[in-house]
Structures are given as structure tokens and as C-alpha cells.
């Protein structure tokens, strides 16, 4: 079992790199696990958008 995380500050960024990562993937996906964070950075809110893939490896 192995897994691949993902991390990006923007939604489609995160949505393009999950989507290659999977096109390239010849394994069994278990689950696919998605987060947002937000945070305060003086007047401005930082987001942060990952995904956490969980596959067996063939």
C-alpha cells in the first residue's frame, strides 16, 4: 500500500495534478482523501487545497 500526496494553493491547480497523477496510475486506488485550510496572512486569506491518494501498488 502507498500513498501520494497533493498540495496546492489553488482548487484546479490541485485538480490538474491529481488527474495526471492518476492517468499515469496502473494500481488498485483504495481512497482519495481532500482537505481545504484557510488562514489569516496580514488582510489576506491563503488557502490551501490537498488530496491524500491511498493505492496498492501492482
Excluded: P, R, T, W
Excluded at 501520494?4 to 499515469?24: Q, R, T, W
Excluded at 488498485?28 to 482537505?35: G, L, S
Amino acid at each position: 500500500m502507498k500513498v501520494k500526496i497533493f498540495d496546492e494553493g489553488h482548487e484546479k491547480d490541485l485538480e490538474n495534478s491529481v488527474n495526471m497523477f492518476l492517468s499515469s496510475l496502473n494500481s488498485d486506488i483504495i481512497d482519495i482523501k481532500y482537505q481545504v485550510s484557510v488562514s489569516m496572512f496580514a488582510e489576506e486569506q491563503v488557502y490551501c487545497f490537498s488530496a491524500m491518494i491511498i493505492y496498492n501498488e501492482k
